[in-house]
């Protein structure tokens, strides 16, 4: 059973680029948090998605980010014209439809540089 | 909103030794207390969980406390080694369907061969 999976490990974009973060939940999975985290610091929550559903966003700036989870396919979190400081990593997460929904399971993180 | 503060921010061991990372949060209605280990350029491995209704919980070298009264739940790592080595996390939050965990900032924990 693959655990959560997240692509691209790295990535890289010069300012003002648009940079594609993408998500694949665990098997049975239907809900998924992104989260960033910079060096050194705790794990700071961005959305909560489920299918076709944006559940939370208070986490996620208002401008130049957003995030989707279509009916098919990943979850996808998308920084458009990106600057310096949306270097950090990101992470997301998945939790069960049914049972411990509260229970989240990592992904590898995408590290994303803003050069 | 909810306010978790971890310490120590560094813990430093020699192998075989214990340590202990404890976390307080301020929502009473906190519910769900998960710890989870951060190797470096990998993302968090949740390894121990619990949840109000019971005080403590063990797995193997890990244990983790909870005391709702004074806000507060403790990692216990007994017998380290190395490999144990590690960034680790403590979260906290309102159990139920919309879990928004908030997560302390973690302990860097290095134990010695």
């Known amino acids: 059973n693959a655990g959560v999976m997240q692509n691209p490990r790295h990535l890289v974009r010069r300012r003002g680029q648009e940079a594609r973060l993408r998500c694949s939940p665990m098997k049975g999975h239907s809900h998924v948090y992104w989260y960033r985290q910079l060096p050194e610091e705790g794990l700071k929550f961005m959305v909560y998605?489920?299918?076709?559903?944006?559940?939370?966003e208070s986490g996620m700036p208002k401008e130049r980010f957003s995030a989707e989870f279509p009916k098919e396919g990943p979850s996808i979190l998308r920084i458009q014209q990106v600057v310096r400081g949306d270097s950090a990593a990101y992470f997301c997460?998945?939790?069960?439809?049914?049972?411990?929904?509260?229970?989240?399971?990592f992904g590898p993180g995408t590290r994303l540089t803003v050069l | 909103g909810e306010n978790v503060e971890q310490h120590p921010s560094t813990l430093s061991v020699q192998e075989g030794d214990s340590a202990v990372i404890k976390c307080t949060y301020s929502d009473s209605a906190s519910n769900y207390f998960p710890w989870y280990k951060q190797e470096l350029g990998k993302g968090p491995q949740l390894i121990i969980d619990i949840r109000s209704n019971v005080g403590e919980k063990k797995d193997q070298r890990i244990a983790v406390t909870l005391n709702k009264t004074a806000k507060h739940f403790s990692l216990h790592i007994t017998e380290t080694q190395p490999e144990d080595s590690a960034v680790y996390f403590c979260a906290t939050g309102p159990s139920g369907g919309s879990y928004i965990p908030t997560f302390g900032r973690g302990t860097s924990l290095i134990v010695h061969p």
């Open positions: 997460a998945s939790s069960p439809e049914t049972g411990q929904l509260d229970t989240q399971y």
């Open positions: 998605l489920q299918k076709e559903n944006i559940i939370d």
